[in-house]
């Protein structure tokens, strides 16, 4: 039973890491359910509710980072609300090609977004590349957050 509890773990963290980049998926809480999964199956003796609690607030924190830097970045070029959905159902759109959708999904949502709203190329190209450049961004946020989370639990299990 304790090896399918690990693998259960192993199994949660890795595709909650592959979760911070695949929008489809919800990365940072499935890390916290392996890890607090981890620290049940030991029973709490060697993870308390301190690490656990600044694990939960870490990912909280993703959710955060991601609306707050992918929001900037849209405003800091003058991106409309049209082109941050359009950014959201690009980024949808993408996974179903890949990376390379993932990549060029956000970018081509926003701009058909932005000219939707503005009718301007030129500043539609400039709300896409501002939007592109935040989701960029927040994954990078979120990614660092989650391997922050991973190193916590570790240092807490092993100290």
């Not at 399918?4 to 359910?33: C, D, I």
């Not at 199956?41 to 924190?61: E, N």
């Not at 994954?139 to 991973?150: R, S």
């Amino acid at each position: 039973m304790m090896t399918v509890l690990w693998v259960a773990v192993v199994a949660l963290v890795l595709v909650g890491v592959a979760g911070t980049v695949l929008p489809a998926l919800p990365g940072a809480p499935l890390v916290f359910l392996g890890l607090l999964l981890a620290a049940w199956a030991d029973g709490f003796q060697r993870v308390g509710w301190v690490p656990l609690l600044v694990l939960a607030l870490l990912t909280l924190l993703t959710f955060v980072v991601e609306v707050v830097v992918t929001g900037h970045g849209a405003r800091r070029t003058g991106a409309s609300g049209k082109a941050v959905l359009g950014a959201t159902v690009g980024t949808i759109v993408g996974i179903f090609f890949g990376i390379p959708g993932l990549i060029a999904g956000p970018f081509i949502g926003a701009v058909a977004g932005e000219f939707l709203a503005t009718r301007d190329l030129a500043q539609a190209g400039k709300a896409g590349v501002g939007t592109w450049v935040g989701l960029a961004f927040g994954v990078a946020a979120k990614v660092a957050l989650v391997f922050t989370m991973i190193g916590i639990f570790v240092a807490a299990y092993l100290l």
